[in-house]
Nanobody
Framework: QVQLVESGGGLVQAGGSLRLFCTAS????????MGWYRQAPGKQRELVAT???????NYADSVKGRFTISRDNAKNTVYLQMNSLKPEDTAVYYC?????????WGQGTQVTVSS
């Protein structure tokens, strides 16, 4: 069993920055693929960024150049640095843990970007 706890969301003005944190309990964090997804009101959940156990990353086109995903395996934590935020980035952001058939989600953290 893996539990994910997100933090770092909040209200920020357009052009501002936020850093999201997701800490995982349990084992196997260092060999997992971690990801951030988001869901805006009335929309489907979408990929924001993922980071594999070896450190390779993948980003949605909409956040490339503005967001950076990173991980600290010693702390069982994955981060999402979000810069140059836009109102369209407003959503609930969810942390995800994937390892073979294991697939866990956090409860989500709200990010609101005002114009």
């Amino acid at each position: 069993q893996v539990q994910l706890v997100e933090s770092g969301g909040g209200l920020v003005q357009a052009g501002g920055s936020l850093r999201l944190f997701c800490t995982a309990s349990g084992n196997f964090f260092s060999i997992s693929t971690m990801g951030w997804y988001r869901q805006a009101p009335g929309k489907q959940r979408e990929l924001v960024a993922t980071i594999a156990h070896g450190g390779s990353t993948n980003y949605a086109d909409s956040v490339k150049g503005r967001f950076t995903i990173s991980r600290d395996n010693a702390k069982n934590t994955v981060y999402l640095q979000m810069n140059s935020l836009k109102p369209e980035d407003t959503a609930v952001y969810y942390c995800n843990f994937k390892l073979v058939a294991l697939d866990y989600w956090g409860q989500g953290t709200q990010v609101t970007v005002s114009s």
